[in-house]
């Protein structure tokens, strides 16, 4: 039978968030275009734009492609420190939890609120900052106080 440890939970809550930031990367790295979401919230499509100014168009693509690498670097950053020291109990590695969760999950909350209302992607959004929360309160007792 095996025995999942606090840290052990806590490292697969937080890798599901890493995937989804890694799946987000994918997304915009491969289509380098306008997800729904963006021709909702700007009322303009691809072509749109394209129409107004190629230029733009290449600009913007460029620019979404640039955060989808930033997401896959960034996610496989958080997967390396998820799955090893994190799980560990190193305290460091909890701090990296704590710091890219709040200059990472709480500021795309905060924008996708702007951009999408209620939106489904928003609820995804809500139900991953709670992940980390969780995450790093199962994890607080195993790092700083278990002797």
Same mark, same amino acid.
Request: net charge positive.
């Given at each position: 039978?095996v025995?999942?440890k606090?840290?052990d939970?806590?490292?697969?809550?937080y890798?599901f968030?890493?995937v989804?930031v890694l799946?987000m990367?994918?997304l915009y /790295?491969?289509t $380098?275009?306008?997800?729904s !979401?963006h021709i909702? @919230?700007?009322?303009?499509?691809?072509?749109? #734009?394209t129409?107004f100014?190629?230029n733009? *168009?290449?600009l913007?693509?460029?620019?979404? =492609?640039i955060? %989808? #690498? $930033?997401?896959i670097? $960034?996610?496989?950053?958080g997967l /390396? +420190?998820?799955? +090893?020291? !994190? =799980?560990? %109990?190193k305290k460091w590695?909890? @701090?990296?939890v704590l +710091?890219? $969760? *709040?200059? &990472?999950?709480?500021?795309?909350?905060?924008?996708t609120n702007v951009v999408l209302g209620?939106?489904y992607? !928003?609820m995804?959004?809500?139900?991953? *900052?709670?992940i980390?929360i969780? &995450? /790093?309160?199962?994890s607080t !007792?195993?790092i700083f106080?278990r002797?």
């Amino acid at each position: 039978m095996v025995i999942l440890k606090l840290l052990d939970i806590a490292s697969i809550l937080y890798a599901f968030d890493v995937v989804l930031v890694l799946l987000m990367g994918l997304l915009y /790295l491969i289509t $380098g275009t306008f997800q729904s !979401y963006h021709i909702d @919230f700007i009322g303009l499509t691809a072509t749109d #734009v394209t129409a107004f100014n190629a230029n733009l *168009m290449i600009l913007i693509s460029v620019y979404i =492609r640039i955060i %989808g #690498v $930033g997401n896959i670097s $960034g996610g496989l950053a958080g997967l /390396l +420190i998820t799955l +090893i020291p !994190y =799980r560990k %109990g190193k305290k460091w590695a909890w @701090f990296a939890v704590l +710091i890219t $969760g *709040m200059v &990472s999950i709480v500021p795309t909350l905060i924008i996708t609120n702007v951009v999408l209302g209620s939106h489904y992607l !928003y609820m995804v959004f809500i139900f991953a *900052m709670i992940i980390w929360i969780i &995450s /790093l309160a199962l994890s607080t !007792y195993e790092i700083f106080f278990r002797k």
